[in-house]
């Protein structure tokens, strides 16, 4: 069967949440695999999600499994590629081969692994892990890669093994449209660069309406204030994050600090830390926010000293080529085997 022409978020939700991959689909049962045509994914793309009811609620269909398969044939230099996630109860499994006219074979796996039941003599821990192999076109049979990685979450493994998620990682899951999994949360970066952040004027105005509320004698008016306060989301956290708390009292603080929590995520070391990172400054320029682009920019030709012949203001694809030079002019080579044990 075939659903016609759909795009990606109509068939298929994939989210960070907490640390972990969580996958979903807003579509009913397919009934076995069904042919799905996606403009930002060409080829053939099969979807299948099984769904098994609810005991109690027949009509409340739960996810049993999901799957994405895609076959390309638009890449003059690969006699195939092929990609896919598969999702279960517990288990995620992303993975990507090909096979080259002129290089050799390759392939990339992803997966995450979360316990569904606990055993105490044998305890298990939640895990993503990645792992890379890839041929020589000259001898098929001679490794050219070969690793694993492993990570508590997803934060985690980008975190320490940047590298490797930027040559293997990264690619594997722009093939599905997934690359945004490992690109920085602009969330995140406002973090960083709050210098960055330019007032808007109506939303100033909003929250001096507020702020005099919040240190009312009445509990039931500084409440109602303050939930209107976190009810101006993240347009309201980033003007917040920038306002003069000099003339504010500690209820007024206080309120407002609750207001930001779900958006201040960082520690102030966590900020130094990637305000220094070169591999996340670069990440930065990538963002569709300018001003984040600038500010990333800017920090790493004055902390690291260096002229880096990049435009800010350059078209997505331009910039996305030149991060990629970048990238290899002023980061280390990813690993291409297991770090020996010790």
């Not at 050799?104 to 993503?128: C, N, R, T, Y």
């Not at 990645?130 to 980008?158: G, M, N």
């Not at 708390?245 to 201040?264: C, F, H, N, V, W």
């Not at 260096?306 to 078209?315: G, S, T």
Request: net charge negative; aromatic share 6%; proline share 10%.
């Amino acid at each position: 069967p075939d659903l016609g022409e759909k795009r990606l978020a109509d068939i298929l939700t994939v989210t960070v949440e907490n640390g972990r991959l969580t996958v979903d689909s807003p579509l009913p049962d397919t009934n076995g695999p069904a042919r799905v045509t996606l403009p930002e994914l060409p080829g053939i793309v099969v979807l299948t999600v099984m769904r098994r009811s609810a005991p109690d609620s027949p009509a409340d269909a739960i996810p049993q499994s999901i799957q994405l398969q895609r076959y390309q044939f638009d890449d003059p230099d690969a006699i195939f590629v092929e990609s896919s996630l598969s999702a279960l109860p517990g288990m995620i499994n992303i993975s990507t081969s090909a096979e080259g006219i002129q290089d050799g074979g390759a392939s990339v796996q992803i997966i995450q692994h979360i316990p569904i039941f606990l055993d105490p003599e044998s305890p298990q821990v939640p895990e993503v892990s990645v792992y890379v192999q890839s041929f020589s076109d000259a001898d098929p049979a001679t490794e050219t890669a070969r690793l694993r990685l492993a990570a508590l979450d997803w934060p985690t493994l980008r975190r320490e093994h940047p590298a490797e998620v930027r040559q293997y990682v990264r690619p594997a899951l722009a093939r599905l449209g997934l690359a945004p999994l490992v690109e920085v949360d602009p969330a995140i970066a406002w973090q960083v660069f709050p210098e960055a952040y330019r007032s808007d004027p109506a939303m100033a105005g909003r929250i001096q309406a507020i702020l005099p509320r919040l240190e009312s004698p009445d509990f039931r008016v500084r409440q109602a204030a303050a939930d209107e306060l976190a009810a101006l989301g993240p347009a309201g956290a980033l003007e917040l994050m920038a306002w003069d708390r000099s003339t504010l009292g500690p209820e007024q603080k206080s309120r407002i600090d609750e207001a930001m929590a779900a958006y201040r995520t960082l520690t102030p070391a966590r900020i130094d830390s990637l305000r220094n990172d070169k591999s996340f400054l670069l990440d930065c320029l990538l963002l569709d926010e300018p001003r984040l682009r600038s500010a990333a920019f800017a920090r790493l030709t004055a902390v690291f000293g260096l002229w880096l012949d990049f435009d800010p203001d350059a078209a997505p694809a331009t910039r996305s080529a030149r991060v990629d030079a970048l990238r290899q002019q002023l980061l280390p080579p990813p690993a291409t085997r297991n770090a020996p044990s010790h």
